[in-house]
């Protein structure tokens, strides 16, 4: 559930790339090998991505104006969004056309021996990062199926992380293999593959990104667990006699809209009604403080 919004995961990743890109950068002028500096630009644009998402934590804090009245909570959204398009360009699309610049001009194969060992040190950080995230994730999602809780989680800029982080080992995978493959055959074509094909996976991880921080931004209902709770404390109030309607939106992590109907005792009177919204809110709020707005009607009939 969102609300547990921490930086920690983001700072971990900013700084496992940051030394990975350095590291890479060096062997790619070293060999002239086309995945070498695919990676090399994948672990640059996952540094300058986790800055972005670091920006938009930092934008979605801000206080509720007159202009937001909501607040600003959908900032990170937008920017775990840019953080999506910067991978599927910076990343992907660039990585593609340098595989299709060794394709057309192939090069020969020089000595491989440290681009294969600083991927395979690339690989065991990325692998740890990897890791943590997963952790984070499995404490998140409260036994839900863990591909369906990448679709449905709040925390974009964890599942961003998570995205980033697995593409990378993969990559780092597929890269290992084409510049073992071209150093064992000689063959620079078996290099000039493998940065297409790390093109194609961090097109694939951005496109999955995009589609789902973009439906954060519309606007989605709130996790399940709060429309229960909702549900919960309305059949706990003896003043309440139905609950007619209900939408929650996640405004952003950790941060919840509730707009309800409700019919109250014929009998209360209308400040005895204030009062019991103002007593439901209350108890709502103990039992999820994710619920930042609570909106309620009384009413009579559904719509």
């Known amino acids: 559930m969102a609300g547990d919004h921490s930086t920690s995961h983001i700072l971990q990743s900013l700084l496992v790339n940051a030394i990975i890109a350095a590291a890479k950068g060096v062997a790619a002028l070293m060999t002239g090998s086309g995945s070498m500096l695919a990676e090399t630009l994948h672990s640059i644009a996952d540094c300058g991505n986790q800055l972005l998402l670091l920006l938009g934590v930092r934008k979605s804090r801000a206080a509720p104006t007159a202009s937001h009245p909501l607040g600003y909570g959908r900032a990170l959204y937008f920017w775990s969004f840019m953080v999506a398009l910067l991978l599927f360009t910076g990343g992907g699309l660039f990585s593609i056309y340098e595989s299709i610049h060794k394709l057309r001009h192939p090069e020969l194969v020089g000595d491989m021996r440290l681009a294969l060992t600083i991927l395979g040190l690339s690989l065991v950080l990325e692998g740890w990062a990897t890791y943590k995230n997963v952790v984070e994730l499995n404490r998140r999602r409260k036994g839900r199926p863990f591909l369906r809780f990448l679709s449905e989680s709040k925390d974009s800029d964890l599942v961003v992380v998570f995205g980033e982080n697995a593409a990378a080992v993969l990559g780092l995978v597929i890269a290992i293999i084409a510049i073992g493959l071209a150093a064992w055959t000689g063959d620079g074509t078996?290099?000039?593959?493998?940065?297409?094909?790390?093109?194609?996976?961090?097109?694939?991880?951005?496109?999955?990104?995009?589609?789902?921080?973009?439906?954060?931004?519309?606007?989605?209902?709130?996790?399940?667990?709060?429309?229960?709770?909702?549900?919960?404390?309305?059949?706990?109030?003896?003043?309440?006699?139905?609950?007619?309607?209900?939408?929650?939106?996640?405004?952003?992590?950790?941060?919840v809209v509730v707009a309800m109907?409700?019919?109250?005792?014929?009998?209360?009177?209308?400040?005895?009604?204030?009062?019991?919204v103002n007593q439901f809110e209350d108890r709502l709020r103990a039992r999820n403080p994710e619920v930042r707005w609570c909106f309620i009607e009384p009413d009579v009939r559904r719509i």
Request: net charge negative; proline share 4%.
């Open 190 to 255: 078996w290099d000039a593959m493998g940065s297409l094909l790390i093109g194609v996976v961090l097109i694939g991880v951005a496109v999955f990104l995009a589609v789902e921080v973009k439906s954060l931004i519309i606007g989605e209902a709130a996790d399940p667990e709060i429309e229960a709770a909702v549900r919960a404390t309305v059949a706990e109030d003896t003043q309440i006699t139905g609950l007619l309607r209900l939408i929650t939106v996640q405004q952003g992590p950790g941060e």
């Open 261 to 276: 109907k409700v019919s109250f005792l014929p009998t209360l009177t209308v400040v005895e009604v204030s009062r019991a």
